[in-house]
């Protein structure tokens, strides 16, 4: 939904951010002293969410066209990676990998390959082999379910990054074991949103938002009058609340939680954020919000911080530069508190 509103701070761009995936963006601007600029702002439905744009620019037609072909390119990021259409390249990847070498568009080739390097980097906090994981626990077209120690078992052995043989010179991946699966889930949304802010930057536009159900969020400049946009992350337990706020420009916030998909079991709350180490939900962690130069970053960096919790984050996050996150844990005499780390550069 977006309106107008103004607040003191001579309209500062608002969006709320929420867990579940929630988008609003409040205010509409005053335009800036030395050109009129009209906003521009749509909605449309993408990889299994709500993708919503708002742009300025000094002629509206030209940035309603701006916008469709960004939401034209988001589209075609769903037909390549997604693991949902059994006709995308991804899909043909996972079904064919397992009995040879699969020549990949050169594209998802490379994608894959920063993929692999953020797990590396991470000791394998991040892995996009985690689709086995994923139908173990039920969360793969599903509400989550609690497996067997035997399907625990079974879906460990077909996930690791390690068991991809990628071959750079002849852009080929194999899986060295049978019944490994890629999962692009946790990081399509933020390329998606990445590939939708370069192309509006082509289109001649130097003030936008993106955002991708609300879990990524790229601001692109800043408003009329602004210095920046305003984003407000909303309580992870309360999705009429709002936790923090962060002004953005030129950058990207990253927001991954255990509300977004989750199930009880006796008295135990498992969400889909998976430790592909362990093969188990993550505990303890309510959200993690990551403030990153990309969305694609941003994407792989709430998984990475969500899964190695705040102290061992600390080691990652001083080999990053312009990165901070934002943990939101559970606490014992309040609702919840707040640890905020960031990168040394």
């Not at 998984?303 to 190695?308: H, K, S, T």
Request: proline residues 6%; glycine residues 8%; charged residues 25%.
């Amino acid at each position: 939904m977006i309106s107008g509103s103004r607040d003191g701070r001579r309209g500062a761009g608002k969006l709320a951010v929420c867990l579940p995936l929630l988008l609003t963006l409040l205010p509409a601007f005053s335009p800036a002293r030395d050109v009129d600029l009209e906003l521009a702002e749509e909605s449309r439905v993408s990889m299994a969410c709500t993708f919503s744009i708002a742009a300025y620019h000094p002629d509206r037609r030209k940035a309603a066209i701006a916008l469709d072909e960004a939401f034209t390119e988001i589209d075609r990021i769903d037909r390549l990676m997604s693991h949902y259409n059994a006709r995308s390249p991804l899909s043909e990847l996972n079904r064919k990998a397992s009995s040879g070498p699969v020549a990949v568009d050169p594209e998802l080739f490379h994608f894959i390959e920063e993929c692999v390097r953020y797990s590396r980097e991470s000791d394998g906090a991040f892995d996009i082999t985690v689709g086995p994981l994923m139908k173990a626990w039920g969360f793969f077209r599903g509400e989550g379910k609690l497996p067997d120690s035997a399907s625990l078992r079974s879906a460990l052995r077909r996930v690791g990054y390690k068991h991809l043989a990628i071959d750079p010179a002849e852009q080929t991946i194999q899986f060295e074991r049978p019944g490994m699966e890629l999962d692009l889930g946790g990081i399509a949304k933020g390329y998606a949103v990445d590939r939708a802010i370069d192309l509006l930057r082509k289109r001649g536009i130097a003030s936008a938002l993106v955002s991708a159900g609300g879990s990524t969020v790229y601001a692109l400049g800043n408003p009329p009058e602004s210095e920046g946009w305003e984003v407000s992350i909303r309580d992870p337990l309360d999705r009429n609340r709002n936790a923090e706020t962060v002004l953005l420009k030129n950058r990207a916030l990253s927001i991954s939680g255990s509300s977004e998909k989750f199930f009880r079991r006796n008295g135990v709350t498992y969400g889909h954020v998976m430790d592909p180490r362990t093969g188990r939900p993550v505990q303890n962690i309510l959200s993690v919000a990551v403030l990153a130069r990309t969305g694609t970053a941003g994407d792989a960096l709430d998984n990475v911080f969500y899964v190695l919790g705040p102290k061992k984050s600390r080691n990652y996050l001083n080999r990053l530069s312009e990165t901070e996150v934002i943990f939101f844990l559970p606490a014992q005499h309040r609702r919840w508190k707040a640890i905020r780390l960031q990168s040394p550069g």
